[in-house]
């Protein structure tokens, strides 16, 4: 019969590969953030403060933002709003107080920048030195 020798270092270094991505992740969601705020477009500056980590795992690291991140990146179509049952619409305009049963919102164009903040962070973060150091650091 045959011994494997180094078995109990082999594991140790892949145990190492498996959990390398969590502070991989967190780099690479603090990177994404820096170059991304930049890229924001800003009306209140409330979505350029609003990003951070949401959490970074073994699997997946996940950077939000304010939920209007979406509606920004992807555009809105035009579409109407309209009060819920039955109950008016009540908004402060510039004259006062405005009751309305319905409002058509004209839409607005995409401005994508989460595919190319999240590229960029990608990319000033060197993934295969961290994978290196972990792998070297485990034996």
Do not use: C
């Amino acid at each position: 019969m045959s011994q494997l020798k180094g078995a109990k270092e082999l594991r140790a270094r892949l145990k190492a590969l498996k959990v390398s991505f969590k502070p991989i992740g967190r780099k690479w969601g603090r990177a994404a953030i820096t170059a991304g705020r930049p890229m924001v477009p800003v009306k209140t500056g409330r979505l350029r403060r609003s990003m951070r980590i949401l959490s970074a795992t073994e699997k997946k690291a996940r950077v939000g933002a304010w939920y209007t991140a979406y509606f920004i990146d992807a555009g809105v179509k035009p579409h109407t709003i309209r009060g819920k049952r039955g109950n008016p619409l009540v908004f402060q305009g510039r004259h006062g107080t405005i009751f309305a049963r319905a409002v058509h919102h004209r839409g607005f164009r995409a401005r994508p920048f989460r595919k190319r903040m999240a590229e960029e962070g990608l990319r000033q973060t060197p993934l295969a030195g961290e994978i290196i150091d972990a792998w070297n650091k485990a034996a």
